[in-house]
């Protein structure tokens, strides 16, 4: 069974078409990226995920049940970290996360105790006693990420969660969400920093104006030419060697080395052994642009050439 | 069922325990105690030379209670639902599995609770005014009571339309114009509204002509002299067609539910009781054929005029208890309010409010 199952799903708000045509899959023991630019409906989806929003059309089913027939059994295996932070704001942290507990049907004693765990696992045990009015952006950012915790849902859907956290916290999030996929939960993530999911994310989703891109379509932008960046400890010579392999006219030569626009993985293999091999001292050889990146920066300028 | 009230009680908690760590709630609640005694003071002074003491003492501060209290409370209630939604919680425990309905109803609950305090912080002068006077039992315990019902009502008006309408500040201020439609509004329809349908009354008076009496005098036996009947007509309030107005005035409910009390000669003894009387002698259409005829109650010594005027209390006894009407209007008001906010913040959500984001 799928954590989560999309499909042919829309949404409109009045005559506002946020989410048009969504399709994916995300299995058990996953980790997906939900990327697209502003405004793609990426919210928009997680809310109808998150059973708050009922769609135009299409079929959801999050951990087997329909959000719209079965809200409640959705709810009691899904969490639901939004975009937007909200908090109790006189309560202590500890209290608002006993009181979510409380509220998914947990005892006191069981609501307690997990609290107690998702404090440490969030690593707020200095403000566990404050109203949560005074944490600071990042940090109301880590006790959602506890809330959305707070029942050991099997289904997990973060809405930048990243946002606001500082790099270590972001480490952490990053250790924190691969480990429960590990665990067997199904993770959705969105983001529009792609550097970030490339590191958490195993799979992607591509919305792009409210549709998901299909997987022929993610293999071809995938496939086409993407730009590798070079060092080299003698940049005289590496020019020199591009110009000898003909590769001269596409690659752009600056102060940090080269640029070279390559067809395929085999093409910077033979690349490589080539500069290698002409006894070029190459001390950086890699994308410059991510993998998800690279395929969202096709896919959206192929948006952009169709309209 | 146990599961219900246990995530009502719940959401009542939550709400309850931000709302007494607020510092505000505390400098108002001290506000409207100096106000109540401040007015119970200024009440004993003025009441003391000519009402029986605690009666009206008793009822001017249930009044001014229900006064207050439907000021204070469209501002505690009338955020519950918006303003959760623009701080962003309203969402979060709605994909918990409290439903809807709990969610609504415990925050309907919690600002019920919340405006019964100022009810609770004034029952000292409640029981102060007892003790200066014969107040009855039953009227303490049904006008508290009642009025403990109409704060709830203003209550489910200011959730309901806190879930209806987006922005906070203009369902605090809808709450306020309709608590002033439901205090003042109703005085000014049930006004306007019975002078505007005004009815002819026709007086025909026949009088016994004393001219001729005193001329000629009237054999034993005989019928007196008469002089021919004189008719005349003016127009009157009909506001037996409108009473259904002031009957749906919380002010008119407290007052009509409190038990009436008269003296032996009928007449009210205290505040309530003559509002009671007003509003229900309103019920009752007026005679639109005054006869009045001197001849025929005729007796030497003079005319014998039948007095049959009522007694307030007569009035008050043959009348439709006007509370019970207005007091059912307006909790179906409070549960359709409160309805219409539960659908409207149902998820998961078919539309939502022009601007707002259901986050």
Known sequence: MAGIEVSGVARAFGDVHAVRNATFTVEPGHVAGLIGPNGAGKTTLLLMLATLLRPDAGAIRVAGFDPLTDPAEVRARMGWMPDLLGSWASLTVREALVASARLYG?????????????????????????????????????????????????????????????????????????????????????????????????????????????????????????????????????????????????????????????????????????????????????????????????????????? | MSGFLRGLRLVVTIDLRQ????????????????????????????????????????????????????????????????????????????VTLVTTTQVVLGKWLA???????????????????????????????VSTIVTALELGVVAAIGVGLSGLLTRPLFSVAVTYLVVAALSIGTLIAFGLGGASAQSEVRTTSTYVDWMAVERDGVPPGEEPPCLPPETWTYDVPRFDHVWGFLAANPYVVVADAAPASFDDRGTPTDLFTWIAVGVRQAQHAPELEVVFDECANWTPSGAVVDDESETPREVYERSVPSWFVGLAAHLLLAAGALAWAVRRTATPAHRLPRGSRIA
């Open chain 2, 111 to 141: 600002a019920w609770i919340t405006a019964l305090a100022f009810l609770a912080a004034a029952v000292p002068f409640l029981v102060f005014a007892v003790a200066l006077g014969e107040v009855p039992a039953t009227t303490i315990l």
């Open chain 1, 106 to 307: 947990r005892s006191t004693d069981v609501a307690t105790a997990r609290a107690g765990e998702l404090i440490d696992l969030v690593d707020l045990d200095e403000l566990a006693d404050r109203p949560t009015r005074v944490l600071s952006r990042g940090q109301k950012q880590r006790l959602s990420l506890a809330r959305a915790l707070v029942h050991d849902p099997e289904v997990l859907l973060l809405d930048e969660p990243a946002s606001g956290l500082d790099p270590v916290a972001r480490a952490g999030l990053r250790t924190l969400v691969r480990r429960l996929a590990s665990e067997g939960r199904t993770v959705l993530v969105s983001s529009h920093v792609l550097a970030e999911l490339e590191e958490m994310a195993d799979q992607a989703v591509y919305l792009s104006a409210g549709v998901t891109a299909a997987a022929d379509e993610i293999a071809r932008a995938a496939s086409t030419a993407r730009d590798w960046r070079l060092r080299s400890l003698d940049p005289d010579r590496l020019r020199v060697a591009l110009d000898a392999a003909g590769w001269a006219e596409v690659a752009r030569i600056d102060n940090l080395g080269a640029v070279v626009p390559l067809e395929s993985e085999e093409a910077a293999a033979q690349l490589l052994a080539h500069l290698i091999g002409s006894g070029v001292p190459v001390s950086s050889f890699a994308p410059a642009v991510g993998d998800l990146e690279h395929v969202f920066l096709d896919l959206s300028r192929n948006g952009e050439d169709d309209a």
């Open chain 2, 19 to 94: 709302r007494v760590r607020t510092v505000a709630w505390y400098v108002l609640l001290g506000v409207f105690v100096v106000l109540v005694a401040g007015v119970t003071a200024l009440l004993v002074l003025a009441t003391d030379a000519f009402l029986d003491g605690g009666g009206g003492v008793f009822s001017s501060i249930v009044f001014f209670v229900l006064l207050l209290g439907t000021l204070v409370s469209p501002a505690l209630s009338a955020n519950a639902i918006n303003g959760e939604r623009d701080a962003g919680t309203l969402a979060t425990t709605q």
